[in-house]
Each structure stands twice: as structure tokens, then as C-alpha cells.
């Protein structure tokens, strides 16, 4: 007879065998059984949080960073609603989570029992799929089912719910069998028809543009190599979603920024003229779109997506790819060579007017801010952060915010996964926690949060865990004192009435970095930024860096709420004329 | 209902609304249904029936049959919604005027009265497969079987009758001849 081991050492063989080194988690009553089998099991290591939706955001940028699943392990009730923020925000931005609760035993179950909730039930909705295992017959293939949920297609969360009595419980463990399709969902529905008619439209196209998302991020990095190929082979323009940066390098000529509502002018005004819009991993987010009547009005649009139902749910497209942007951009670059059809030739001149058009956009240096010599300007500091920086392999994470879509403006990223923001749910408080994630995968990198002072305040507690394990992350914060971009739109929208948007008693940052254990540095003129932010990178420790900026700053150019992509406002000046009105002012 | 977009999504070109029955071939196991219904309900679309029920035992196999209505494109996002969802193998989905597809539901009337309105009940529900379930010599539970509109009009109509409870199904929907759905 084989050997019999109890649910929680179950729980561990299949970490194991899925190759999980770290958990991100937090103990409680429904997990004690587990987190007494930890110590038996020296290639996982536990990252112990300060509080469960730390626990989903480090596990978040540990993902996004690495491409390996997170993993987070909580107890029930309130471990687990803790932990939705983080499954919801995950789910947005379609990052692996596998996240096992703990749950009252089963016989407990619908009672009402201390530290009881319906996880499943509330989790339902922000997950892909979850599980509770009320059989410890089920355990083992449970968990491997929920590894290759959460990693196949489209990735996204899962949450295994697991009561403590089948914790306690003893099964035989049998491996994960050969893999059986789930249901039949297959990932690549394109054929060499789809990529024929493509590169006709290519061929044919005077005005391209290609458009690349998070798609390209989550497909591997092989996947941002290949566009790479497709981008200088077509010699077409390439426009980026804030989730795709770093897929194509940002400094390269070929690459107008990030588009959409703080994107820039050129990268607009290009989506709405062009031609032949190619979107590659992306999914009309309406951040992206601004208003869909009016949305890139001439072009032929195609849409490549491993996602069937992204497939015409914002914007009807004429030809769709669907399956894994690698696959995809591979079958179109291998069929663009074969037939030698070098587009970058033979399209030069046609799409030539086209890139003397966007050389005019280019020229009003959508990105430009009037600098000071007085207090810095949160751009500024950006663009400071990035020049001394940009030599070594930096990862950045980002809270929410206007700081977010300075950073996503001036922070120019060359390579995947350098880059972790909560885009989809725009989550406050996110950066930090990721962080901690960012840095657990690459030890030896530096992390860099980019913040604002009220969504880092949301997430604090984590610089105590970044303590614990000597995570050297820094967290670099425009401390304006508002909730800049709430702030912005009441500019904007409500008559500068800015209720509730100022922080009054906001905490010292360098005492609170000190009662943490960690360095606080803080900045307030520009001629010692520099300095600071080089003593910030050196030191071999988690640092507080509390920048003062310029509290009014705005963030430009900014497409208003309810208008095209060729209506943006450019700058402070132009405010007026561009007046959010009847019902874009009801539009987040 | 409610618009399931993105408020920039708000198009000022109007499509029209057709009512569809979406069936949906799932695993029968906990949480299945209220996957399907949060679904529906989380992204705004609208169900007028419902109807489930394991049709396959042995590979517990339950056949979920919901009518909706819907823009082509809100039927599109529903059809490919439901295919992502990990317990779901297969869904179809029919016009409710496509004459190759039988749609039934069922409703049973509880009449109460004396012996002339009861006659007049069953007379009413006879073009409807009526059949008497229960008898009384001051009751009558008749079951039909028809369309959605066809028991409408029945229980509105056997009021005068002593109709005193309804109890209907959702439809349920079966292609006719030999061809299976796959």
C-alpha cells in the first residue's frame, strides 16, 4: 500500500511539483494545519505579509516580473475577503494567481462558524474559476487543474478553498497525469488564410499604426521579440497600452509612446487617421478608445487575441487572430519573409506621408511641461529617476494615480517585464506590495515603487515585510499632498471644488521610514534631486523617498471624458476651450 | 436593461433586440448554475427563463437552457463568455423564430369553482395537450405544455374560470430531425 499523506502535506507535494520557490501569505485558525507542514519543505519559502492584500499584490508583481504564477495561501473569513481586492485587480490585468484559503471543516460549513464566509461565492466573480474541495479525494487534482487554469489562455486568478478538516484528512498522492484539454477551450482558432489576408491589408495600408497591449507581456518574452521583428520589418508605427510598455523598446523612433487618455499626441491623433489598425494583445479598454462613435473612424481594424470574447466586445473588427501573440506573430513574420515581400521596401513610399505626418504631431511635444528652478516638477522627477537609472536593469511598479501616468510617460522601458501597474482596476496601494513581489523574484535588481503619498499610505504595512527580508525596494514618492488626479478632475469637471481630495496630517515619511527599520530620504528643491535620488539607489537597503512636488501640477495632455482621440488638451492653457460637457461629465 | 459596457461604449447607433435561447451544456457540480446566472447578472444581460437539469448521469452532464434578449452583439459577448467558463462544454443558441428548433414550457392552473367553470377550463386548455392531474369535486389541476405566449394568454384567460394558482417552467428547446447539435 503507498504511503499516506494528510491534505496539508498534499497541499506542498503539488507546490512542489508545479516548481512554486515562493508563497506570499499570512496564517490564521482555517490554515494552521498547513502552515505546520511549511517547515518540512525547504525549496518553498513563505513571505509572510502584514496583510492579505499584500500578500495578492506581491504575488501580483512577482508574476508579472517572472511569469511564473503567484501564489498566495490565507486563512478563511477575513483572510480571504482581504485577499479580492488583489484577486479582482489581478483578474483586470489578466496576471496568474493561484491563491489557497483556509475554510471552516466541512461539517461547519453554512453555520456561521467563527471566521466563516463563502469564499467561492464571493470570489466567484473576480476569479477565473475557483474550487472548494469538500474531498480530499479531490485535493491533488484540484490543485494541479487550478495551476493550469490560471496559466493556460488568457491568464488570470484562482482560489482553491480548502477546509481544515480536509487538511487533516489522509489520501495517497498521485501526480498530475498527462494533461487533458479543459473542455475543449482551444487557444489558437487562426489560420494561414487569417495572416494571407493580414499582410494584403498591410500591403495595401498608407496610414498603419500597430497597437500592442499587455497580450504581448503575457505571452512571454519571446513574444516581445518577435514583434520586434514584425515592427522592423513592416516599418510601421507602434503605439503602446500603458499595460504593453517595455514590449517594444520605448526609446526607439519607430515608437509614438503610450495612447489613450494620457497618451501622447502623436500616438492619438495616429490612431484616429490611420488606416490599418493592428491591435496585437490589447482590448479597447476605454481608457484607450475615449468615445466609440468616434474611435479611429477610417481603418481597417484587426484584432489578435487569445481571448475569443475580447474579439468585437468593445469595437467590431474586420479580421480577427485569435490565439497566443507569439504563435501568431511568428506565423505572420515567417509567411512576411517567405513571400519576401519586404513591406519596409515597397511600403516606404506609400507609408512615407504617413511618418512625415507624425513628425508634425511629434513636433508639439505632447510630453513637454513648463520646468521650475523653485519646487520640482513631478515630470521632472520622473525624467530624473529614469536618467539615473536607465543604465541598469530597473523594474518599476506603480500605485494609481497621476503619478502612474507620469511615470508611464517618462520612464522609457526597453524590455518586458520591467513594468508593473494596476491598470484594469486601477487599484491604489498596489505598488508596494508589488514591489515586494518584484524584488522576491530578481534579489539582485533594483525595485523601484513610484508613488503617490495617498495611495502608498493604503499599503504601508508592507515596508515592515520588505524589512524582514532585506528587500532593498525604494519607494520613490511625488508627495503632493493631494490626491492628484481626484484633484485634477474636480478641476476639470466640478468647478475646483476639491472636496475631500487634500491630506491634512500627513505623516513625517522619514520618521515613519525610521520606525520601520529602513532609510527615509526626502527631496524639496530640484538642485539636490540628483544627489538624493543617487543616494537612494546606492544605499543596500528599503528606502522612503519623500520628493515634495509641486502640488498643482496636472497631468498633460489628457483626452477629456467623452471625446475622440483628436480632441486632446495639450496643456493648462488649452483647459477652456475643451470643456467637459453634458455627458462626459458623467463618465469616469 | 442595463447597458453591460463601459459607459464610452454608450453608441448612438441603436441595434435591434432579438430574443435568442442560449443552451448551455455544463458539469454538474457545486456553484455550476450560479457561475452561469452571475455571469448574466455581473455583465447586465437579462434572462426571461430558465430551465436545468442533469440529462447525462453517468458523465454528469446537465443542460442549462436560458432565454435572453439581446443586441447581435450582446448575444456574441454572451455566447463567448459562457465558453470561458471552465465547467462549460458546449453552448448553442437559437432565434425564437428559427421554425428547425422546438421550444416547449410547461405551466399547470389550479381552477376552483363549480362544475361549469372547471368544464370550461379544460375545454380552453385542450389545444394545449391538457392534462387533469388532480380532480376535486371543487378543484382542478390542469398541465399544458405550449409557448411562452400561448400560456400568457391561457392564464390570463381562465381567470374567469376560477384560476386561483399558476406554476410555470422555463423553456426547453430541441432541434427537429436527426441533427444533434455539437
Not at chain 1, 499626441?265 to 494583445?281: K, R, S, V
Amino acid at each position: 500500500m503507498s504511503k499516506l499523506y494528510t491534505g496539508a502535506e498534499i497541499v506542498f507535494k503539488c507546490l512542489e511539483d508545479q516548481d512554486v520557490e515562493f508563497i506570499f501569505g499570512y496564517p490564521g485558525g482555517a490554515v494552521l494545519p498547513i502552515y505546520d507542514e511549511l517547515k518540512n519543505h525547504n525549496t518553498i519559502k513563505h513571505i509572510l505579509v502584514r496583510h492579505e492584500q499584500g500578500a495578492g499584490h506581491a504575488a501580483e508583481g512577482y508574476a508579472r516580473s517572472s511569469g511564473k504564477p503567484g501564489v498566495v495561501l490565507v486563512t478563511s473569513g477575513p483572510g480571504a475577503t482581504n485577499v479580492v481586492t488583489a484577486l479582482t485587480d489581478a483578474y483586470m490585468d489578466s496576471v496568474p494567481l493561484v491563491c489557497i484559503s483556509g475554510q471552516v471543516p466541512t461539517h461547519l460549513i453554512g453555520t456561521d462558524a467563527f471566521q466563516e464566509c463563502d469564499t467561492t461565492g464571493i470570489t466567484r466573480p473576480c476569479t477565473k474559476h475557483n474550487w472548494l474541495v469538500k474531498d480530499i479525494k479531490d485535493l491533488s487534482k484540484t490543485l494541479h487543474e487550478a495551476f493550469k487554469v490560471a496559466t493556460t489562455g488568457r491568464p488570470g486568478p484562482v482560489l482553491v478553498d480548502i477546509p481544515k478538516d480536509i487538511q487533516f484528512a489522509k489520501i495517497a498522492y498521485s501526480k498530475p497525469k498527462a494533461e487533458k484539454k479543459l473542455n475543449g477551450k482551444l487557444l489558437n482558432h487562426f489560420s494561414q488564410k487569417d495572416i494571407d489576408i493580414l499582410i494584403g491589408l498591410m500591403n495595401k495600408s498608407k496610414k498603419p499604426i500597430i497597437y500592442s497591449g499587455g497580450g504581448v507581456i503575457n505571452s512571454g518574452p519571446e513574444a516581445s521579440n518577435v514583434l520586434r521583428e514584425l515592427v522592423k520589418l513592416t516599418g510601421f508605427p507602434i503605439t503602446s497600452t500603458l499595460q504593453g510598455l517595455g514590449a517594444y523598446p520605448g526609446d526607439d523612433n519607430q515608437f509614438l509612446g503610450m495612447l489613450g487618455m494620457h497618451g501622447t499626441y502623436e500616438a492619438n491623433n495616429a490612431m484616429h487617421d490611420c488606416d490599418l489598425l493592428i491591435n496585437i494583445g490589447a482590448r479597447f479598454d476605454d481608457r484607450i478608445t475615449g468615445k466609440i462613435d468616434e474611435f479611429s473612424p477610417k481603418s481597417k481594424k484587426v484584432h489578435i487575441d487569445i481571448d475569443p470574447s475580447s474579439i468585437n466586445k468593445i469595437i467590431k473588427v474586420d479580421l480577427a487572430l485569435v490565439g497566443d501573440v507569439k504563435e501568431v506573430l511568428k506565423g505572420i513574420n515567417k509567411t512576411l519573409k517567405k513571400k519576401n515581400l519586404d513591406l519596409k521596401k515597397s511600403n516606404k513610399q506609400q507609408i512615407a506621408k504617413w511618418w512625415e505626418q507624425i513628425q508634425k504631431w511629434r513636433t508639439k511635444n505632447s510630453l513637454n511641461f513648463k520646468n521650475s528652478d523653485e519646487t520640482i516638477k513631478p515630470q521632472h522627477a520622473v525624467q530624473r529617476l529614469y536618467e539615473l537609472t536607465k543604465h541598469k536593469d530597473t523594474y518599476i511598479t506603480t500605485e494609481v494615480g497621476q503619478h502612474q501616468m507620469w511615470a508611464a510617460q517618462h520612464y522609457k522601458f526597453n524590455k518586458p517585464n520591467r513594468w508593473m501597474t494596476s491598470g484594469g482596476l486601477g487599484t491604489m496601494g498596489y505598488g508596494l506590495p508589488a514591489a515586494v513581489g518584484v524584488q522576491i523574484a530578481h534579489p539582485k535588481k533594483l525595485v523601484v515603487d513610484i508613488a503617490g503619498e495617498a495611495s502608498v499610505l493604503m499599503t504601508m504595512q508592507e515596508m515592515s515585510t520588505a524589512v524582514q527580508y532585506n528587500l532593498p525596494i525604494k519607494i520613490f514618492i511625488l508627495n503632493n499632498q493631494y490626491m492628484g488626479m481626484v484633484r485634477q478632475w474636480q478641476e476639470l469637471l466640478h468647478e475646483k471644488n476639491y472636496s475631500e481630495s487634500y491630506t491634512e496630517a500627513l505623516p513625517d515619511f522619514i520618521k515613519m521610514a525610521e520606525a520601520y527599520g529602513c532609510k527615509g530620504i526626502k527631496a524639496e528643491k530640484p538642485d539636490e534631486l540628483d544627489e538624493k535620488i543617487t543616494e537612494m539607489v546606492e544605499f543596500d537597503g528599503p528606502v522612503i523617498f519623500d520628493c515634495r512636488v509641486d502640488p498643482n501640477e496636472n497631468c498633460f495632455p489628457m483626452i477629456p471624458s467623452g471625446k475622440p482621440h483628436n480632441q486632446m488638451i495639450l496643456g493648462p492653457s488649452e483647459k477652456e476651450e475643451n470643456k467637459i460637457t453634458g455627458k462626459g461629465k458623467a463618465l469616469v | 436593461m442595463a447597458n453591460p459596457k463601459s459607459a464610452y461604449s454608450v453608441s448612438s447607433k441603436k441595434e435591434k433586440s432579438d430574443t435568442h435561447i442560449i443552451v448551455v451544456w455544463v458539469d454538474n457540480e457545486a456553484g455550476v448554475l450560479a457561475r452561469v446566472v452571475g455571469l448574466f447578472s455581473g455583465r447586465g444581460y437579462n434572462i426571461e427563463s430558465l430551465a436545468v437539469a442533469e440529462v447525462d448521469a453517468k458523465k454528469s452532464i446537465s443542460r442549462i437552457t436560458i432565454v435572453t434578449t439581446g443586441t447581435p452583439q450582446v448575444i456574441d459577448q454572451i455566447k463567448l463568455q459562457l465558453k470561458k467558463l471552465v465547467p462549460v462544454h458546449k453552448v448553442a443558441d437559437f432565434k425564437r423564430n428559427d421554425k428547425g428548433v422546438i421550444f416547449k414550457e410547461m405551466a399547470l392552473f389550479k381552477v376552483v369553482g363549480n362544475n361549469t367553470k372547471i368544464k370550461k377550463a379544460i375545454i380552453a386548455c385542450k389545444k394545449y395537450d391538457a392534462v387533469i392531474l388532480d380532480k376535486t369535486k371543487k378543484s382542478n389541476v390542469i398541465q399544458i405544455t405550449a409557448l411562452r405566449r400561448e400560456i400568457d394568454k391561457m392564464a390570463k384567460n381562465l381567470r374567469k374560470f376560477g384560476l386561483v394558482s399558476v406554476s410555470r417552467t422555463g423553456a426547453v428547446a430541441m432541434t427537429r430531425g436527426d441533427k444533434v447539435f455539437n
